[in-house]
């Protein structure tokens, strides 16, 4: 039996014995290309990540009706946004490849869904959990429907009160869940990353706490994991400067892979609390000690 302090991810068990569950976020930064997705699972696999995540929209029920005829300048040339967001979009087949390709590396894969379409899609196709996005976390009919699947839902807390997560939470009583902290700016400066908050979330929630990241640099996200965090997303991207809204906040696979270590380098480190005379310290304890 499975605690509401214990959420399993497909073969992962996110607790709080266990180590963090790291997922690469890889969200849109594909930028609509096969190869670019499947070289960014590659690349979470080499860093060591447990899981990589997508965003699934269908564009009618997501683009609002002012904005789509918009034209903006792409890699693909000029084109409307509503094409733009049909441009970014993997179908049902390729979303299985893709599947397929990350389990190759016993890497989860799962997706975000910003409509109710886009969630049925993912059950479908038989993601292991959902996750909410911060821009979602207002929509209870999208988080309702997500529990009502069975399936652990994980929501993002960003541009968000602490009564848009209360409302959030409760329909998620009584289901694995996991609430991550996180603020939407893309990228985050340090000051408004309030990971104090990642603390006050597991006093006041009875569930796993995260942290979806989207700062520069790893060495806040290994904080957000030593006060608390046991979920952490942080935006994978094969190259910063590459065309795309979310690139900018994004790790390069040179600093995943660094934040994977520096995490684990910290989880050895962090022990049981028991106070123990190792072995390695007997030579020093015979040779230093002067009153035994």
Same mark, same amino acid.
């Given at each position: 039996m499975i605690s509401l302090k214990e959420v399993k991810v497909g073969s992962f068990l996110i607790s709080e014995s266990d180590p963090a569950f790291i997922v690469a976020e890889l969200g849109i930064n594909h930028n609509g290309e096969?190869?670019?997705?499947r070289d960014l699972i590659s *690349? &979470? =696999?080499?860093?060591?990540?447990?899981?990589?995540?997508f965003q699934k929209r269908t564009p009618e029920l997501c683009v609002p009706v002012d904005q789509r005829l918009k034209e903006r300048e792409t890699p693909w040339g000029l084109m409307t946004y509503m094409d733009y967001r049909y441009r970014m979009e993997f179908d049902r087949n390729q979303y299985i490849e893709l599947m397929s390709f990350a389990h190759e590396f016993n890497l989860e894969f799962f997706a975000t869904p910003w409509d109710e379409e886009s969630l049925k899609f993912l059950i479908d196709i038989g993601v292991p959990c959902i996750k909410i996005a911060s821009a979602s976390l207002t929509d209870?009919?999208?988080?309702?429907?997500?529990?009502?699947?069975?399936?652990?839902?994980i929501i993002s807390t960003g541009m968000s009160t602490?009564?848009?997560?209360? *409302? &959030? =939470?409760?329909?998620?009583?009584?289901?694995?869940h996991v609430i991550a902290h996180s603020t939407s700016t893309y990228p985050c400066p340090v000051e408004e990353l309030?990971?104090?908050m990642i603390d006050v979330l597991k006093k006041q929630f009875n569930c796993i706490v995260g942290y979806s990241g989207h700062e520069s640099g790893v060495s806040t996200t290994v904080a957000?994991?030593?006060l608390g965090a046991k979920y952490i997303e942080r935006h994978?991207?094969?190259?910063?400067?590459?065309?795309?809204?979310d690139h900018a906040a994004s790790l390069e696979p040179q600093g995943f892979t660094r934040?994977?270590?520096?995490?684990?380098?910290?989880?050895?480190?962090?022990?049981?609390?028991?106070?123990?005379?190792?072995?390695?310290?007997?030579?020093?304890?015979?040779?230093?000690?002067?009153?035994k």
């Open positions: 096969m190869s670019i997705a *690349a &979470a =696999a080499s860093a060591g990540a447990n899981a990589v995540k209870l009919n999208l988080i309702s429907e997500s529990a009502a699947s069975g399936l652990p839902v602490m009564e848009n997560i209360v *409302a &959030a =939470a409760r329909i998620l009583e009584g289901h694995q309030n990971l104090s957000a994991v030593v994978l991207t094969l190259d910063r400067a590459m065309w795309g809204s934040l994977v270590r520096d995490i684990r380098i910290f989880e050895q480190a962090i022990g049981d609390g028991v106070k123990k005379l190792y072995p390695s310290e007997i030579p020093y304890l015979e040779k230093l000690r002067r009153i």
